[in-house]
């Protein structure tokens, strides 16, 4: 008897007030969240298909830029107008160079300066 009264009473603790079962609440729950996962799931789907698609379409405007720009580099060697000494003055150690060359250059000359002005004084000493 016992057991039949504990069974009662289970069977009543699964059923609302108003006489609903709580597991049919719950089926529906279970069945509601997982058509709104599908949605979100079929919404962010499609959201990274058009990703993809905005990705395919910039790597294609890439590509192309790249191939023009291999093929004026290639009609600038064919020209002789990039070569590898072209390339090299246009570098930054071609700047700096050039720089320690105009320095060595502007040094030489004030050595230059000096030692005409000191052979001219020599000169003059022994033309007097």
Same mark, same amino acid.
């Given at each position: 008897m016992l057991l039949l009264v504990q069974?009662?009473?289970t069977n009543r603790g699964d059923q609302k007030e108003d006489g609903r079962p709580h597991r049919?609440?719950?089926?529906?729950?279970?069945?509601?969240?997982e058509a709104e996962d599908a949605k979100r799931l079929g919404a962010e789907t499609d959201e990274m298909k058009e990703q993809r698609k905005g990705l395919?379409? &910039? %790597?294609?405007?890439?590509?192309? @830029? =790249?191939?023009?720009? +291999?093929?004026t580099e290639a009609k600038l060697q064919e020209e002789g107008v990039l070569t590898s000494a072209?390339?090299?003055?246009?570098? &930054? %150690?071609?700047?700096?160079a050039a @720089? =320690?060359?105009?320095e +060595?250059?502007?040094?030489?000359?004030?050595?230059?300066?000096e030692l005409t002005e000191r052979?001219?004084?020599?000169?003059?000493?022994?033309h007097r």
């Open positions: 069974a009662a009473g049919q609440d719950q089926r529906r729950g279970a069945a509601a969240a395919v379409q &910039e %790597e294609k405007e890439t590509l192309a @830029k =790249l191939k023009g720009l +291999e093929e072209a390339l090299f003055l246009r570098s &930054e %150690e071609a700047a700096c @720089k =320690l060359f105009q +060595e250059n502007r040094n030489a000359k004030d050595l230059l300066e052979q001219t004084e020599v000169q003059n000493t022994y």
